[in-house]
């Protein structure tokens, strides 16, 4: 009789602690913090503690928005590189301007 209620202790205790290990953390929202304002006051020189006390976050937010500013910079000029390298086509020339052409210059409507 004793050894089943230890049984049946236990196994409660198991299943409260089941339930508690699988309900979900509370998860903080990495939208909070704005990261294109910690980006620019990053830009203009000051240092991950001055961003972080102006913008009221922690320091590992403003490292976090660079660590995350720097790998889209990285996965844009990767893109850039491999989209040229895969059309295999050169950088447009730019256009010249229609006043300079000699069509332009010899139509009656630019002649007005």
Same mark, same amino acid.
């Given at each position: 009789m004793v050894i089943?209620?230890?049984?049946? #202790?236990? #196994?409660?205790? +198991?299943? @409260? #602690?089941?339930?508690?290990? #699988?309900? &979900?953390? &509370? @998860?903080?929202?990495?939208?909070? @913090?704005?990261?294109?304002? @910690? +980006?620019?006051e990053v830009n203009t020189g000051k240092h991950a503690k001055e961003v972080a006390k102006d913008l009221s976050i922690s320091t590992s937010s403003v490292y976090r928005c660079k660590r995350q500013a720097k790998a889209a910079a990285k996965a844009a000029t990767k893109t850039m590189a491999s989209g040229s390298k895969a059309t295999g086509a050169a950088p447009a020339a730019p256009m010249a301007s229609s006043a300079a052409s000699p069509a332009a210059a010899a139509s009656p409507a630019a002649k007005k």
């Open positions: 089943k209620k230890i049984a049946v #202790a236990a #196994a409660s205790a +198991m299943l @409260v #602690a089941t339930i508690f290990a #699988a309900s &979900p953390r &509370p @998860v903080y929202a990495a939208t909070k @913090v704005d990261c294109d304002a @910690v +980006m620019n």
